[in-house]
C-alpha cells in the first residue's frame, strides 16, 4: 500500500486548506484511515481517522469542529478538510492506513511522506 499526501501549503489563521491522500496498492476501501501531525519538536499526533465505509469519524479535541475527514473509495481517496485554521496548526500532515481505526499511530501500518502545513498569525 502506497500512500501520497498533498494539498499543503502557507495560508492565513482562519484560513483553509484541503489535503487529501491518494492510496494505491491493496484494497483501498479495506483500510480505516488516519490524519496525524508532526510540530518542530513534538510528538507525532492524532488528528482524525475515518472509518473504512467513511460512515464513522473521529478527532483530537482540538481539531473538532474545525477539520473535516472524508473518504472517495472509488477515488481511493482520504480528505481532511481544515477551517479556521490557526498557528497552533502548523505542522507536518501524514496520512495513514490501519486494519483497525485507531487514534494511535501505532496500530498504523503504511504512511505517506507528509505534506506541510503552515498557518501565519
Known amino acids: 500500500v502506497q500512500l501520497q499526501a498533498s494539498g499543503g501549503g502557507l495560508v492565513q489563521a482562519g484560513g483553509s486548506l484541503r489535503l487529501s491522500c491518494a492510496v494505491s496498492?491493496?484494497?483501498?476501501?479495506?483500510?480505516?484511515m488516519g490524519w496525524f501531525r508532526q510540530a518542530p519538536g513534538k510528538e507525532r499526533e492524532f488528528v482524525a481517522a475515518?472509518?473504512?465505509?467513511?460512515?464513522?469519524?473521529y478527532y483530537a479535541d482540538s481539531v473538532k469542529g474545525r477539520f473535516t475527514g472524508s473518504r472517495d473509495n472509488a477515488k481511493n481517496t482520504v480528505y481532511l478538510q481544515m477551517n479556521s485554521l490557526k498557528p497552533e496548526d502548523t505542522a507536518v500532515y501524514y496520512c495513514?492506513?490501519?486494519?483497525?481505526?485507531?487514534?494511535?499511530?501505532?496500530?498504523?501500518?503504511?504512511w505517506g511522506q507528509g505534506t506541510q502545513v503552515t498557518v501565519s498569525s
Open positions: 475515518i472509518s473504512w465505509s467513511g460512515g464513522s469519524t
Open positions: 496498492g491493496r484494497s483501498f476501501a479495506n483500510y480505516n
Open positions: 495513514a492506513a490501519a486494519v483497525l481505526c485507531s487514534s494511535s499511530f501505532k496500530n498504523y501500518n503504511y
